[in-house]
């Protein structure tokens, strides 16, 4: 529990910052709602904001599912043959540099108002760091035991289940991590771009309305599920490797 | 008579590099009969590991012959459990998953792999470890826990590449003279690579000495100390004679080497002898001259 004090307080510090600009500077509380106001608003609007966080939080889920699975398994194809390696690693650093706000609307073109755009704009950017994760967590098998398994008779399926998967955890889940904090920015954005729900949509609304106080507290709802969403992931990774953050301990 | 476990005749390897050929193995030939303890010592680079790779079938000779029992080998299974300097203990596996590993690449279901290391961990001193994690051993233990995952494995041979090398002096010594004890209960075929002169003498039944690249046999010693040894057969006046004989082959080499600086006399002990490290004695009396 002491751990989670120097975060809460600092939040705290940051959002009385506010408190006091808000009241007290240059802006009206129409334009920059005080917190009070944020969370006033939010809670009086808490039905609508709950029925448009639902479909934001199924697009990040599935997106984030078909993600992992392409990430997978893009990795275990470039970890398998150098010339794929060679050939595709240069379109999916290029992949990365498309510009998802422009790239929304046309999903929404392409593929319709359903959840297919919200899960390909998630996928396109939170599957990236998930495979250089694992390519890098690959590589780092360890040699001796690579040439150990190999005079054991292990084949490929046999040395990647029994090393180079278990090797590539700790650095996969620090490309998780790091790709479930655009999971939300991603929905958030397919959702503006498609009139069907969601927190994104319920932002376009609020904002068209002139309802500041109703944008920020739809941001603060963002800002805990992609907490919540970190969290997870900190927690499976405890759970799937309990004895990494022992070892790393004993390390230092 | 059967045929020797391991029978290796004018060996040679050659790797491609940038600079071109490099000659690492230059034909050397070696036996090792069932249940026979031998030692291969030589300098840094002499392609003691290349012949490891040879013989488990993950490098391809350049010329020569290797025999197991007679035969010319697989490519796959050799029946031959490589166990390398650095323990390469899986940091997620218990101890007894560990010493399984070997079993379930084999195909034996993970519950029944376990089992077995299980059994085996209190002739490996790890009696009451089998789920304890890598990083919670000490450096002798763990490797004792990679002795045992090579053992486990049921293969007729065991090869082992410097297994104590990187172990501080004390724990070395300790497991020098636990193998040595339990060598005599089982009576594994055992090749080892050593450094270390008198661990080859403590153990072995024969030493082959190897030169600088590209590598051939200089001297192959007969190890003809009672079983079983203690320290002291190490220490005695035999003993002390076989590690003089060893390291007069090695510096032999290390003087021709050096284009015949020194003439290639009695070589003080103790010099640079092409990568050889001579530590001060097990038992702290430093390498000495045999009584004349």
């Known amino acids: 529990m002491r751990n989670a004090l120097p975060p809460v307080l600092a939040a705290l510090g940051l959002i009385v910052l506010w408190q006091v600009y808000a009241s007290a500077g240059p802006l009206g509380d129409d334009v920059l709602p005080p917190p009070t106001a944020v969370a006033e608003a939010g809670w009086s609007d808490r039905g609508d904001l709950a029925r448009a966080t639902m479909p934001t939080v199924v697009g990040v889920l599935l997106g984030f599912s078909v993600s992992l699975a392409v990430a997978f398994v893009l990795s275990v194809l470039l970890d398998r043959s150098r010339p794929a390696r060679r050939a595709i690693m240069p379109l999916l650093i290029g992949s990365q540099t498309l510009p998802i706000i422009v790239l929304a609307p046309l999903m929404v073109l392409w593929f319709g108002l359903g959840l297919t755009p919200k899960i390909l704009l998630v996928t396109l950017v939170t599957f990236f760091p998930v495979v250089v994760g694992l390519l890098d967590g690959y590589a780092s098998s360890d040699r001796d035991t690579t040439t150990l398994l190999r005079t054991m008779g ?19 889940f620090t490309g998780l991590r790091i790709s479930i904090t655009y999971a939300v920015v991603a929905v958030i954005f397919a959702e503006y771009a498609s009139p069907t729900g969601g927190l994104g949509v319920y932002m376009q609304a609020a904002r068209n309305s002139f309802r500041p106080d109703l944008v920020l507290a739809a941001v603060a709802v963002c800002a805990t599920l992609t907490l919540a969403l970190f969290a997870t992931t900190v927690a499976v990774q405890r759970a799937v490797m309990p004895w990494y953050a022992d070892a790393r301990r004993r390390d230092q | 008579m059967s045929p020797p476990r391991i029978e290796v005749t004018d060996l040679r390897k050659t790797f491609a590099s940038a600079s071109g050929p490099v000659e690492v193995l230059g034909g050397v030939s070696l036996h090792v009969d069932r249940g026979e303890f031998v030692s291969i010592v030589g300098p840094s680079g002499s392609g003691k590991s290349t012949l490891f790779g040879l013989l488990t079938g993950l490098l391809e000779p350049t010329g020569g012959r290797i025999l197991l ?62 789920r304890t994690h890598p990083h919670e051993l000490s450096g002798g233990m763990r490797q004792r826990a990679a002795f045992a ?12 590449d410097e297994p104590f090398g990187a172990l501080d002096a004390l724990t070395r010594t300790d497991l020098q003279l636990w193998l040595a004890g339990l060598w005599q209960a089982e009576r594994w075929t055992v090749l080892l690579i050593s450094h270390d002169i008198r661990e080859a003498v403590l153990l072995s039944d024969r030493v082959y000495v190897l030169g600088p690249r590209p590598a051939t046999v200089q001297a192959v010693i007969d190890v003809d100390l009672p079983r079983p040894r203690s320290l002291d057969d190490v220490l005695s006046a035999g003993g002390v004679d076989l590690e003089r004989q060893i390291l007069s082959a090695l510096a032999g ?14 070589a003080p002990f103790g010099k640079h002898d092409g990568g050889i490290v001579v530590r001060p004695g097990l038992a702290g009396g430093g390498v000495q001259d045999p009584p004349q």
């Open chain 1, 154 to 172: 292990a084949g490929w399926w046999t040395e990647f289940r029994l090393l180079r998967l278990p090797a590539a955890m700790p650095s996969f």
């Open chain 2, 69 to 130: 029992d007679g035969r010319s080998p697989d490519r796959s299974n050799r029946g031959l459990a490589w166990m390398p300097q650095a323990d390469a203990l899986l940091p997620w596996r218990t101890v007894e998953r560990n010493v399984a590993l070997g079993l379930e690449v084999q195909g034996v279901s993970p519950a029944r792999a376990r089992a077995r290391a299980r059994d085996l961990l209190p002739t490996f001193g790890l009696d009451g470890f089998a």
């Open chain 2, 253 to 266: 080499q290390a003087t021709s080497a050096a284009e015949g600086r020194d003439g290639g006399g009695a």
């Open chain 2, 149 to 160: 995952r090579t053992v486990a494995q049921g293969r007729d041979v065991l090869l082992l």
